[in-house]
């Protein structure tokens, strides 16, 4: 990865998404990034002589529009271009849908759907400007098959994958490529509730024998972000050691 | 705006213009006021979309954002015209495809509203099933 390499990732201050960022910063990336709150990991990035001025967080709520705008404007200003966003930012809701709230409901859609949209928007104008750029959303498995308990949270992933084939054959032509990952079940916090037996009942059903970890999913999202991609879009990458082959 | 900033604006939105119609004709050595974005220069809405994002880039601005969508302007002019408004702080102007497609519009609403004006068929005795109303549905 060449060092002017700009990032933007959405929530990029813990689990997944800091994952990510943190991959990217060691690469000599530099690297965009808003959560609603600090955490350890922004204040040391924010802080350490290696990552300081290739570093750029802010305190954001992503469904505010308006503050979405400002922020990819900031970044852009900041370092001059933006190569590759991710759309990882998202809420898991779970539930039976008969007994979900209707806030609930509207809260997922906003976060999981519209900001996401929001933000490609954004830094699709961006990347139109620039004639080049990789956009990458943060689907699940939840989007290809189906599980009892994560409707709302299945329909918004299933919306993103939608938005990156009709996206990727919209902004193709300009050099934009837009692509989905679909992370299985992988240690996360998103997981933290299953109980053990849960999760070897996973690792049992799952060809390659266990969950998947951060770095797998990394790996993905590196690749399809970088030039090896260069000729793949449109396409949903599933990372889940076999689990819906 | 002042009126030494007009000429740049007008200089920046033909160099933008020009970038982009040139990437798919590059041929096209120039770009005049009164040329069509969508037919001679052959811009495609993709390109007009690239178009109002490189100004965008460039103006700290997007006079497309409300009211007025860029596929509605149709002369480098009124693109022009749009971003000197923007910036004046004026409402947009209708280019004179969206002033045709406004006259469209109202001539649409005006039909259906003498649809509705029309005397209706006489109404069914109470209690008719809607089922078994005759003449027109609407």
């Known amino acids: 990865m060449s060092p002017p390499y700009v990032l933007l990732l959405s929530g990029g201050s813990r689990g997944l998404g800091q994952a990510i960022c943190e991959d990217f910063l060691a690469r000599g990336a530099a690297v965009a990034t808003f959560s609603r709150s600090p955490t350890p990991f922004t204040e040391r990035a924010q802080s350490e002589p290696e990552t300081r001025d290739r570093f750029f967080w802010q305190a954001l709520d992503a469904t505010a529009g308006d503050a979405q705008r400002a922020f990819v404007l900031a970044a852009r200003k900041r370092f001059g271009r933006i190569d590759g966003l991710v759309n990882n930012v998202a809420v898991a809701t779970s539930g039976l849908l008969a007994l979900a709230r209707p806030d609930e409901i509207h809260g997922t859609l906003a976060l999981n759907l519209e900001a996401a949209l929001l933000l490609t928007q954004r830094c699709c104008r961006v990347m139109l400007h620039q004639g080049s750029g990789a956009i990458l959303n943060v689907s699940s498995v939840n989007a290809l098959r189906g599980h009892a308990g994560v409707p709302v949270y299945s329909a918004t992933k299933a919306a993103l994958d939608g938005l990156t084939r009709s996206l990727a054959r919209e902004v193709g032509p300009k050099g934009i490529r837009v692509n989905s990952l679909a992370p299985g079940y992988f240690e996360s916090e998103m997981v933290g509730g299953l109980t053990a037996e849960q999760k070897a009942s996973i690792a049992r059903r799952t060809p390659l024998g266990r969950l998947a970890n951060t770095a797998d999913l990394v790996a993905a999202a590196r690749f399809l972000l970088s030039a090896d991609a260069a000729f793949i879009t449109g396409q949903t990458l599933v990372v889940d050691g076999g689990l819906t082959c | ?138």
């Open chain 2, 1 to 138: 705006m002042s009126n030494a900033q007009t000429p740049d604006l007008e200089e920046t939105i033909r160099a933008a213009v020009l970038a982009i119609a040139r990437r798919s004709n590059p041929t096209i050595a120039e770009v005049q006021s009164a040329q069509r974005l969508t037919g001679e220069l052959g811009l495609k809405s993709l390109d007009l979309a690239q178009l109002v994002a490189s100004l965008e880039m460039e103006l700290a601005i997007d006079p497309f954002a409300e009211l007025v969508a860029i596929t509605s302007v149709r002369t480098v002019a009124d693109l022009y015209d749009a971003y000197r408004r923007c910036l004046a702080g004026e409402a947009p102007a209708p280019s004179a495809g969206v002033a045709a497609g406004a006259s469209r519009a109202e001539a649409r609403r005006q039909a259906a509203l003498r649809r509705l004006a029309r005397p209706r068929p006489e109404a069914p005795p109470a209690g008719a099933s809607s089922a078994l109303r005759g003449g027109p549905r609407s």
